[in-house]
């Protein structure tokens, strides 16, 4: 994936907080997301001993992913230094999830207005190891998340290295995207009400949280296949290029965070669909393939009770 290097980045739409809390879910409303990954727990546990602690604020180096401790305050001043344009974000990575997150809310924007609805954005906040959100504490183990109760994304620093390096995915810019567009799929949900028809703590490989989370992959795919006309405020749009080694490198990782994958591969060899809390490989891959294929939110319809899942 490319961006345009004259187009104008807003870091505003990101949040760096230091990792904080901990604990399970609670205060009622449950965070939707995690990639599937609650479901092996301590598959991703980060010891904490690998981070940097401490009181006081060091002196920063140029901002990167890797930099920010557990229990610290990053310097979001840096972060809109550093990201002001498409040629930053094809330079830094922190930069194209910058570019990435702009373009995704771009577009939902101008779909809303088409309906005549007002979309309201919400920020992605980084965290590292632990965080404090309005669904209660949330450790790394979750993987990236959506929080209905504050309407945030949350995503812990981390994960895309463990993507690849656990998970075995390939990896790459549009592979990020895929999981932000994914996550907020699932902001949309709620602005559309759809995700508080869900009992989440019903599972199965045909349940509520089964289908809203395929529905979000599909939205992911909207999104793509819109991403290279979605402008931004100068009427540039952000991403000029998205490959086909791109397309397939993001379907790969869908596949990788299919419930039967990660039960085969990381929970022990046993596949449990009465478990399935995300859809099957094969169902990820399908559903985020159908948004990008067709580019139509109205045919991520995953509650249809007359639509094949897959």
């Keep these: 994936?490319?961006?345009?290097?004259?187009?104008?980045?807003?870091?505003?739409?990101?949040?760096?907080?230091?990792?904080?809390?901990?604990?399970?879910?609670?205060?009622?409303?449950?965070?939707?997301?995690?990639?599937?990954?609650?479901?092996?727990?301590?598959?991703?546990?980060?010891?904490?001993?690998?981070?940097?602690?401490?009181?006081?604020?060091?002196?920063?180096?140029?901002?990167?992913?890797?930099?920010?401790?557990?229990?610290?305050?990053?310097?979001?001043?840096?972060?809109?230094?550093?990201?002001?344009?498409?040629?930053?974000?094809?330079?830094?990575?922190?930069?194209?999830?910058?570019?990435?997150?702009?373009?995704?809310?771009?577009?939902?924007?101008?779909?809303?207005?088409?309906?005549?609805?007002?979309?309201?954005?919400?920020?992605?906040?980084?965290?590292?190891?632990?965080?404090?959100?309005?669904?209660?504490?949330?450790?790394?183990?979750?993987?990236?998340?959506?929080c209905p109760a504050d309407a945030d994304v949350y995503i812990d620093l981390d994960f895309f290295k463990e993507l690849k390096t656990r998970f075995g995915a390939q990896g790459g810019s549009f592979v990020e995207a895929y999981v932000l567009a994914h996550e907020y799929g699932h902001h949309v949900q709620n602005l559309l009400g759809i995700n508080s028809k869900v009992n989440p703590r019903q599972t199965g490989p045909t349940s509520g949280a089964v289908r809203l989370e395929l529905q979000a992959d599909c939205y992911a795919g909207v999104w793509a296949n819109h991403a290279t006309t979605v402008p931004t405020p100068s009427g540039k749009p952000l991403i000029q290029e998205i490959s086909d080694d791109d397309i397939r490198r993001a379907v790969d990782a869908a596949g990788r965070i299919g419930d039967d994958y990660i039960q085969a591969k990381l929970g022990g060899g046993h596949v449990d669909e009465s478990k399935f809390t995300h859809g099957s490989s094969a169902q990820r891959e399908k559903w985020f393939t159908t948004g990008l294929r067709t580019g139509n939110p109205n045919a991520c319809n995953t509650f249809d009770p007359k639509v094949s899942l897959g």
């Design 1 to 146: 994936m490319r961006f345009n290097d004259d187009a104008e980045l807003d870091a505003s739409q990101v949040e760096e907080v230091g990792g904080s809390g901990g604990g399970g879910f609670g205060g009622g409303t449950i965070a939707v997301g995690g990639g599937g990954l609650a479901l092996v727990g301590a598959v991703l546990y980060f010891l904490l001993s690998n981070f940097v602690g401490g009181g006081g604020q060091p002196a920063l180096p140029p901002l990167s992913l890797d930099q920010l401790p557990v229990g610290q305050q990053a310097d979001d001043q840096r972060l809109a230094q550093e990201c002001r344009t498409g040629a930053d974000a094809n330079k830094r990575e922190e930069c194209a999830l910058v570019a990435s997150i702009n373009s995704i809310q771009g577009y939902w924007t101008e779909q809303f207005e088409r309906s005549g609805v007002k979309y309201q954005a919400a920020p992605t906040k980084f965290f590292r190891g632990a965080v404090n959100t309005a669904c209660g504490g949330a450790t790394s183990d979750v993987g990236p998340f959506y």
